[in-house]
């Protein structure tokens, strides 16, 4: 069974993302922070993170280049999700590193769709 982090500050993005994800059988952890987000990857091994761009202390922009510019974390699959949507958003986030990047509101075909290219790759 896959384990994925949802890093999402909105609490109503947070419970669809969360739902659609565990209605498929795949197990959440969620953070609200990047604080959150790093203490939750200390703790466990994740096979995907969904990251929000706008963060209260850190942007997703950050997160991910950070992720993946450790050796214990950029093997993991990073999926951005932001209403930050245009088309240079979406290049600056797959240029920080991210394996996708979603437009919000998130469709929930699509987000499936990339979680099970990214996660059974």
Known sequence: MSKVLIVEDSLTDKEILTLCLRDRGITVLTAKSAEEAFDQIKSHRFDLIILDVVLPDRSGFEICRELKEDTNTKQVPVIMCSTKGTEMDKFWG???????YLAKPIDQDELMQAVNQLVNA
Do not use: N, R, T
Not at 94 to 100: E, M
């Open 94 to 100: 797959l240029k920080q590193g991210a394996d996708a």
